[in-house]
């Protein structure tokens, strides 16, 4: 007996319902699907399926059987999947989301080399601070800095996420340049729109927090608007380093409380739940935390 052969059979005839549909599926004889079936259960030592004139139904023992060999033929039919696909050149199309500013800065190079190491893999990218819903709007792939929420997505980390507090030379040669965070109350503070609690700056140095609520004439649902706010003069900022790190090593920005930090995030790359990722998927996602982990090149000798 091909014992492959039986367990596809036995999990066909279960899902049918009936030997006849399970033997067409397979092009043998109704007979024969029901012999490697009282075969398989021969070898197994337990009967699988109560057979009665009209229905059939699995026993206890079969219900587990199903249940793990089911597991198995998937797992197999995957494998196999998967070795065919590595024989040919990766291709297809890939929707992917991700932050405006990020994208810009960061991405539109990372792209560039991705497609010239994969060139048959065609992007279509939507830069939007919002979170789109990745399900509902048909997104492969989405690049976010955020913790994950939604329990239909799975995450994997890119790169870590730091944070800075910055102003410009002339603003605080104008307006003095604070010594601790409760003094960010009296500043003009430009305000991160999409986030949350954004009027509420936490810090934290040597086991202490502190958070100080602030205000300002400002609020912009973009970080690189915000950051060229700040490089005019108009206030203070709190901006990741993937923005702010050309600005501070030009001088146009200047970090301030540097005893002081600010909680990090991350940056993930999160795609929907599903029982095998795509090798397109896989192979961006792959890409990204090759170019940018464990520690992105724009962080290097900023934050030391």
């Known amino acids: 007996m091909d014992k492959l052969q039986a367990m596809q059979l036995f999990v066909r005839v279960v899902d049918s319902g009936s030997f006849t549909a399970a033997a067409d599926q397979m092009d043998i004889s109704r007979a024969l699907a ?11 030592g ?3 399926l ?3 004139t009209r229905r059939l139904s699995l026993t206890d023992p079969g219900r587990n059987y199903y249940q793990r060999v089911s597991e198995v033929l998937t797992q197999l039919a995957e494998a196999e999947a998967e070795a065919a696909e590595l024989q040919v050149e990766p291709r ?6 991700a932050p405006m500013s990020f994208a810009v800065r960061h991405l539109a190079a990372a792209v560039a080399q991705f497609q010239k190491r994969y060139p048959f893999i065609e992007l279509d990218l939507n830069l939007n601070d919002r979170q789109v819903d990745l399900v509902d709007e048909g997104y492969d792939l989405a690049i976010r800095i955020a913790q994950l929420a939604d329990s239909r997505l799975v995450a994997r980390r890119i790169a870590p996420c730091h944070f800075v507090a910055a102003a410009s030379p002339g603003y605080l040669a104008a307006h003095g340049e604070p010594s601790h965070p409760s003094e960010l109350a009296d500043h003009e503070c430009l305000i991160y729109t999409l986030l949350p609690r954004n009027s509420e700056w936490c810090f934290a140095r040597d086991g202490e927090e502190t958070s100080v609520r602030v205000k300002g004439r400002l609020g912009v649902n973009n970080g690189d608007f915000l950051l060229n706010a700040a490089a005019e003069d108009l206030g203070i900022v709190i901006s990741p380093t993937f923005i702010a790190a050309e600005e501070i090593r030009s001088g146009r920005l200047r970090c301030l409380l540097p005893e002081w930090k600010i909680a990090p995030s991350a940056i993930h790359a999160v795609y929907p739940q599903v029982r095998s990722l ?5 192979l961006l996602i792959d890409f990204l935390v090759e170019r940018f982990a464990p520690e992105p090149y724009w962080d290097r000798d900023l934050l030391r």
């Not at 029901?34 to 070898?43: A, D, I, N, R, Y």
């Not at 297809?92 to 989301?97: A, D, I, Y």
């Open 278 to 282: 795509p090798r397109k998927t896989r």
């Open 50 to 52: 109560n057979r009665t």
């Open 92 to 97: 297809g199309k890939l929707r992917v989301t």
């Open 34 to 44: 029901s012999k490697l079936v009282q075969t398989l259960e021969e070898s197994l």
């Open 46 to 48: 337990v009967r699988l």
